[in-house]
């Protein structure tokens, strides 16, 4: 049982460059969501899904995008990547809302 | 968004002694709350949750207080070790399907 995976560990990025950061849990949650950690802040939620094929925002949504086509994966895209969006990145799966959340290792972004 | 504040933002406690970390919310219609503990490099993990009709729980060494008069949430951690140092965090879910974090309080245990 490997828990929450998050890849890749650290990425860097030029600004305007889009990418996709995955995350896939293997407990069969149906709740899956996104964070972004910056120094001396909190998690933010990004994007969140009660289940495959939905998906709604979270409270810092805007230069994000996700899916959720499998119970499995719930990949978060970057469109064009700026430099307000380095941070860490983590990745949290749960029965449902109202339940344990775990979370990834966490994903470290920097754009340049 | 909601805010999740903590009181204090580091904390330094001999070890073998009790630790407490105080949260603050600020919504009363959150139903849920979890305290996390992030080590240095790793993804939150989870410590203890209490539900809105309960005033206390208690886990193996820690209990969470949840008080609603005055919306603020503790977690105590008992006989504290060096391997509890680390950054804690509350969330609180509002109903909703979204948490919402604290900034952190940093632990110190000193041997």
């Known amino acids: 049982n490997a828990g929450v995976t998050q890849t890749p560990k650290f990425q860097v990025l030029k600004t305007g460059q889009s990418m996709t950061l995955q995350c896939a849990q293997d407990m069969n949650h149906e709740y899956m969501s996104w964070y972004r950690q910056d120094p001396g802040m909190g998690l933010r939620l990004i994007h969140y899904s009660v289940g495959a094929g939905i998906t709604d925002q979270g409270e810092v949504p805007n230069g994000y995008n996700v899916s959720r086509s499998t119970t499995e994966d719930f990949p978060l895209r970057l469109l064009s990547a700026a430099p307000s969006q380095t941070s860490v990145y983590f990745c949290a799966s749960g029965e449902h809302p109202i339940s344990e959340q775990y979370f990834g290792p966490g994903t470290r972004l920097t754009v340049t | 968004g909601e805010s999740v504040g903590l009181h204090l933002p580091t904390l330094s406690v001999q070890e073998g002694d009790n630790s407490i970390i105080n949260c603050a919310y600020s919504n009363s219609a959150s139903d849920y709350f979890i305290w996390y503990k992030q080590e240095s490099g790793k993804g939150p993990q989870f410590i203890i949750d209490?539900?809105?009709?309960?005033d206390k729980r208690q886990g193996q060494r820690v209990t969470v207080l949840l008080n609603k008069t005055v919306k603020h949430l503790s977690l105590q951690i008992a006989a504290t070790q060096p391997g509890d140092s680390a950054v804690y965090f509350c969330a609180e879910n509002i109903p909703g399907n979204q948490f919402y974090f604290g900034t952190g309080t940093s632990l110190t245990v000193i041997p």
């Open positions: 209490i539900r809105s009709n309960m």
